[in-house]
T-cell receptor
Framework: GENVEQHPSTLSVQEGDSAVIKCTYSDSASNYFPWYKQELGKRPQLIIDIRSNVGEKKDQRIAVTLNKTAKHFSLHITETQPEDSAVYFC???????????FGKGITLSVRP | KAGVTQTPRYLIKTRGQQVTLSCSPISGHRSVSWYQQTPGQGLQFLFEYFSETQRNKGNFPGRFSGRQFSNSRSEMNVSTLELGDSALYLC???????????FGPGTRLTVT
C-alpha cells in the first residue's frame, strides 16, 4: 500500500522567513496530494492541494510543488506569521473519494 | 453551509465497553470517511461509506465497524474497547467524484 513520509518532524522559523515542508510517497498510482493544517485542539483544515497533472499551485502565501518522477511534493509558506504555527500533514490518494494516506505531520513554530 | 459535525465531542469509557460515534457530513456530501488520530500512529484510515455501502476499509480489527444512513449521516462503533483505542476519531465528508475531504472536529475517546 501507499506510504507517505514527511520530513523534518519539527521546523522552527523566524517570522517573515519562508518554510518548506517535504513529503515523499511510494505508490505511483497516487494522483492527489492535499495538505492539511491542524491547530491545537482543532480539526485538520485543508489548505491547499495538487493533482498529478499539475506541477505547482499557489494560493497567496502558500504553494505546493509536485515532482512525480521523484515521488515527492512540498509545501512552501512565504512571509510566515505566528498564526502559521500548527501541525501540517501531507497526504496522498489514488482518486476521488479514495482513502487518504497521511504523513506523520510536522510541527511548524514561527518565532515572533 | 454548515461544516461536518461530530457527536459527542468527548467520551470516557472503560475497557470492555462499546461506543458509538456519530458524524453528519456537509449538506450534499454523500461520501463519509473515518480516521483515527493518535500521537504515535498519526492519522489512519478506518473506512469509507457512500450510499449506505462500505466501499473501502483500512487495516483495523473487526471490533471497528460503521454504517451510513440514507441521509448520509454515519456512525462508527467500537466494541470491546481496549486502552489502545484511546484516540481522536475524525470523520471527513466529500462530494461524490470529488478529491477534497473536509474534516469534522472529531470525537476524543479516552478508554480507562
Amino acid at each position: 500500500g501507499e506510504n507517505v513520509e514527511q520530513h523534518p518532524s519539527t521546523l522552527s522559523v523566524q517570522e517573515g522567513d519562508s518554510a518548506v515542508i517535504k513529503c515523499t510517497y511510494s505508490d505511483s498510482a497516487s494522483n492527489y496530494f492535499p495538505w492539511y493544517k491542524q491547530e491545537l485542539g482543532k480539526r485538520p483544515q485543508l489548505i491547499i492541494d495538487i493533482r498529478s497533472n499539475v506541477g505547482e499551485k499557489k494560493d497567496q502565501r502558500i504553494a505546493v510543488t509536485l515532482n512525480k518522477t521523484a515521488k515527492h511534493f512540498s509545501l512552501h509558506i512565504t512571509e510566515t506569521q505566528p498564526e502559521d504555527s500548527a501541525v501540517y500533514f501531507c497526504a496522498a490518494s489514488t482518486g476521488a473519494n479514495s482513502k487518504l494516506t497521511f504523513g506523520k505531520g510536522i510541527t511548524l513554530s514561527v518565532r515572533p | 453551509k454548515a461544516g461536518v459535525t461530530q457527536t459527542p465531542r468527548y467520551l470516557i469509557k472503560t475497557r470492555g465497553q462499546q461506543v458509538t460515534l456519530s458524524c453528519s457530513p456537509i449538506s450534499g456530501h454523500r461520501s463519509v470517511s473515518w480516521y483515527q488520530q493518535t500521537p504515535g500512529q498519526g492519522l489512519q484510515f478506518l473506512f469509507e461509506y457512500f450510499s449506505e455501502t462500505q466501499r473501502n476499509k483500512g487495516n483495523f480489527p473487526g471490533r471497528f465497524s460503521g454504517r451510513q444512513f440514507s441521509n448520509s449521516r454515519s456512525e462508527m462503533n467500537v466494541s470491546t474497547l481496549e486502552l489502545g483505542d484511546s484516540a481522536l476519531y475524525l470523520c471527513a465528508s466529500s462530494l461524490l467524484g470529488s478529491y477534497e475531504q473536509y474534516f469534522g472536529p472529531g470525537t476524543r475517546l479516552t478508554v480507562t
